[in-house]
């Protein structure tokens, strides 16, 4: 075998192998990229359904309720605010150590039925006064917060921020 | 006193690092073996004043010194004093300090391989070594001083977050670092080739075992800090492709794919210019991961303190140094003419294979971790890119690099016929299926797990076929394929057994496939069935740490009313930092994991999260075996003795 052949076998084998892990992560990309989306955004477009994504916003005071699923398996439903919409969202799990009313929460899941938002995850947040970037997002997409006005308030400032309601 | 002297200290180590890189760098251009010489010398002085500069960060942690604001923000007297000494690396600042002591550990490691007088090549190493410590140093000393005093000093420390006291992510940090760090001097090794022109199988004998202990290293800090996640976060997962444990695997696979294509430069001196840019890479990657881990611009799971100053600071280093150093590789490496030719099918052409297969999974990890940071920059859209995405993609290349892994270690050099290879593999591919069936009879049609013991049970058989193949054993007399098991070098026996120890982790990550959980609320005295065994809640209260209070829920497990064995969750609150962190619950017996983690309680229920995860502890035992594999290769006498070999023929002066 000359040297060309060689290279030219070499070169092959990579132009594949490139080619294949091109291919992998386009599809893989097609179906599993994951998109946030804000309480305001779901009213505005009805999510695609079956398609997982993130919610996220203020847990609204008052609204977590904790009930017993059909199956036994503790459930908590909670709605999910930015300040304009509320979204209901349902969870069925352990959840993380600083769920709270009033803080910022990022959600992983789909819709279901009756417009309630299956969480399958909800995410954990190790510092109190963090605030996820999705959420401070959403807080500035619904005119809660003006990033030209500066950095975001703190978080255990928006924690006793009540939920403006639409119209308000 | 103290701070100022390590502040001090690390000025000084600054000065020197500058002198390390500039003199030798001149020496060996010029041929001045005074001037190369001066190279030991400054690495040692490096190190001592690096040395000191942590002794006092560490002295002043120990003490709870609150007139260091490092101290202020991450400790406090009520911590123990093991965490009062591993909190000097659970922030940024020391943990930046201890990346430069072990960096300058290394350059001192590759200066003393020197008895006499450093040869020009390891004059440049500990030259491009100085450099990158003297970038760090700067980095330290502009934007992350550890040593920042406060007026008044506060009474007390705010504490170290709750999560990081804990005994594995005390030793995650510096194995990590010993990787990441070890790549660097990998990198050195290229550079220095790159500015003398020249790679030949003495500088593959120098870089080989470099990459072995970095890829070692990193190997261990990776599974260390899995397990750490798996118990610590009480989420019940190993691996949550999460960008800041992407980071960290990144350059663990440019370290494997340069691993194995130093092999091939050392025996057959072929490969040798994509060896030299994997090494690059792998620092490149390296450095892109602290970038990540530190800017704080991805969001993670770990969230660190993020400090966009820091970012930028990095992101231009990295630049410098990934930037240089490729338009150094354009320069100079087409001067180099390949040598060594092979057969496409042949070690060296699955050597290849390998490097190929690893790089396009890197790349796959890559572009999957960064798209969501370059779409936020570019079109505003958040997005990100979950589990789902990367098992798709990169499942696919592993399963070839897997079935590979058996057949190159079974292939002559240079030239190699398919059949006789396949011949000595039917018994291998026989236990794979058998594998196979088994857990698809057993665990109920489950394909992926199934398909992972196959894997797992593919690669451990292989192992053996490859050490029974090479002594000859059924073939001579038992007598003598001992005395050949003796005989067997150190870095053949490594190979094999870091391949097993792949197939150990393959068959626990099959094993976690098919794990279990539910999740009950019960109140005390109630019981629950799962996984076979009854769950019994006895009761939940208070319980006093030293620096926490826990809500402790306590179970016990009865087969057929009779107790087995306690649990007790629990959810512990730090006042300090006022946090609250989930204490999980998990007794093994190294064929299973039983885990229990403590949830809310509401109306007198306790809720509770229990798992069943088969064969678990293997994903961490089979990494572990791989370091191992690693550490014995490195052992061998021949690359103990090769090293410094390269001194009397390359040493004009």
Redesign the interface.
């Given at each position: 075998?000359t040297?060309k052949r060689?290279r030219l076998?070499?070169l092959l084998?990579?132009a594949i192998?490139?080619g294949?892990?091109t291919a992998?992560?386009l599809?893989?990309?097609q179906?599993?990229?994951?998109?946030?989306r804000s309480p305001s955004d779901i009213v505005a477009e009805a999510p695609p359904p079956g398609r997982?994504f993130?919610l996220g916003g203020l847990v609204e005071q008052g609204s977590v309720e904790?009930l017993?699923g059909q199956d036994?398996?503790?459930k908590i439903t909670f709605r999910v605010t930015d300040g304009n919409n509320a979204i209901s969202v349902q969870f069925?799990?352990?959840?993380p150590?600083?769920f709270r009313e009033g803080q910022g929460v990022v959600t992983?899941g789909q819709m279901g039925p009756g417009n309630i938002f299956m969480a399958r995850e909800v995410?954990?947040?190790?510092?109190?006064n963090?605030m996820?970037?999705?959420v401070a997002?959403a807080l500035r997409r619904s005119g809660h917060w003006n990033p030209a006005s500066g950095d975001p308030p703190p978080a255990s400032q928006w924690n006793t921020l009540e939920p403006r309601r639409q119209g308000s | 006193m103290i701070p100022e002297l390590g502040h001090f200290a690390l000025a000084m180590a600054l000065a020197l690092a500058v002198a390390q890189t500039i003199l030798p760098l001149l020496g060996a251009q010029r041929r001045d073996a005074r001037l190369m010489a001066m190279a030991v010398p400054l690495a040692n002085g490096v190190l001592l004043a690096v040395l000191t500069a942590f002794a006092a960060l560490t002295v002043s942690y120990a003490v709870n010194d609150t007139s260091v604001l490092n101290v202020v923000q991450n400790s406090h007297s009520a911590k123990p004093m093991l965490y009062k000494i591993t909190g000097v690396w659970g922030n940024h600042e020391g943990s930046m300090v201890l990346w430069v002591l072990v960096l300058a550990i290394c350059a001192g490691a590759v200066a003393g391989f020197g008895r006499e007088s450093p040869s020009a090549l390891q004059a440049r190493v500990i030259a491009v070594l100085g450099s990158i410590g003297a970038g760090f140093l700067l980095f330290i000393l502009l934007t992350s001083n550890p040593f920042d005093r406060v007026w008044p000093p506060p009474p007390d420390g705010q504490g170290l977050?709750p999560?990081l006291q804990d005994i594995g992510l005390a030793l995650h940090p510096p194995l990590l670092y010993m990787g990441y760090v070890g790549t660097a001097v990998t990198f050195a090794f290229a550079i220095a080739a790159l500015i003398e022109g020249r790679v030949d199988a003495a500088w593959g004998a120098w870089v080989r075992p470099w990459a072995l202990a970095s890829w070692a290293f990193l190997t261990m800090g990776i599974a260390l800090g899995s397990w750490w996640a798996y118990y610590e976060?009480?989420?019940g997962g190993y691996w949550f492709w999460d960008p800041v444990e992407n980071a960290s695997l990144m350059p663990w696979l440019a370290s494997t794919a340069l691993l194995h294509s130093a092999i091939v430069v050392e025996k057959r001196g072929a490969l040798k210019i994509w060896t030299v840019l994997l090494a690059l890479l792998a620092f490149a990657l390296s450095m892109l991961g602290t970038f990540l881990v530190r800017s704080g611009v991805l969001?993670s799971?770990h969230?660190f303190a993020a400090d966009p100053a820091r970012g930028v600071f990095i992101l231009g280093m990295l630049g410098v140094y990934v930037g240089g150093a490729l338009a150094l590789f354009a320069w100079r490496a087409p001067g180099m003419t390949p040598q060594g030719?092979?057969?496409?099918l042949s070690r060296e052409g699955m050597l290849?294979?390998n490097n190929?297969?690893l790089?396009?999974?890197c790349?796959?990890v890559f572009?999957?971790t960064l798209?969501p940071l370059f779409l936020d920059l570019l079109t505003d859209?958040?997005?990100?890119?979950?589990p789902?995405?990367?098992n798709?993609?990169t499942l696919?290349?592993a399963l070839p690099l897997i079935a590979g892994m058996a057949l190159g270690p079974l292939m002559p050099w240079k030239r190699a016929e398919l059949w006789p290879v396949v011949q000595r593999l039917w018994w291998v591919a026989i236990v794979a299926l058998g594998a196979f069936a088994l857990a698809m009879a057993i665990a109920g049609q489950k394909f992926w797990p199934a398909l992972g013991f196959a894997a797992g049970m593919w690669l451990i058989a292989a192992a053996h076929a490859d050490v029974l193949e090479r002594i000859g054993a059924f073939r001579v007399p038992v007598r003598t394929a001992l005395a050949r098991a003796r005989g067997l070098p150190r870095a053949a026996w490594g190979a094999a057994i870091a391949h097993a120890g792949m197939g150990v982790t393959a068959l626990g990550i099959a094993g976690m496939g098919l794990a279990t959980e539910?999740?009950?609320?019960v109140r005390p005295g109630e019981t629950t069935r799962f996984a076979g065994y009854e769950w019994r809640l006895d009761q939940v209260r208070d319980y006093q740490g030293p620096n926490w209070t826990a809500r402790r829920a306590e179970i016990t497990l009865l087969v057929d009313g009779r107790e087995v064995m306690r649990m007790a969750p629990q959810?512990r609150f730090f006042p300090i930092g006022?946090?609250?962190?989930?204490e999980a619950s998990i007794r093994t017996n190294l064929v299973r994991d039983l885990y229990a983690?403590l949830?809310?309680e509401?109306?007198g229920?306790a809720?509770l999260?229990l798992h069943h995860n088969p064969l678990a502890p293997w994903i961490w035992i089979g990494a572990f075996i791989m370091a191992l594999g690693g550490g014995i290769s490195l052992s061998d006498r021949r690359i103990r003795i090769a090293a410094p070999s390269r001194k009397a023929a390359a040493l004009p002066a």
């Open positions: 075998m040297r060689r076998y070499i084998l990579c192998g490139l294949t892990a992998l992560t599809t893989a990309f179906d599993n990229l994951v998109f946030f997982n993130r904790r017993t036994g398996r503790p069925s799990g352990v959840l150590d600083l992983l995410l954990a947040r190790h510092d109190e963090y996820p970037p999705e997002d | 977050n999560l976060l009480g989420w969001n799971v969230t030719f092979f057969a496409p290849v294979l190929l297969l790089c396009c999974i790349a796959v572009v999957g798209y859209r958040l997005i990100s890119v979950g789902p995405f990367f798709l993609a696919p290349l539910t999740l009950v609320g959810r006022r946090t609250t962190t989930t983690v949830g809310e509401r109306d229920q809720v999260r």
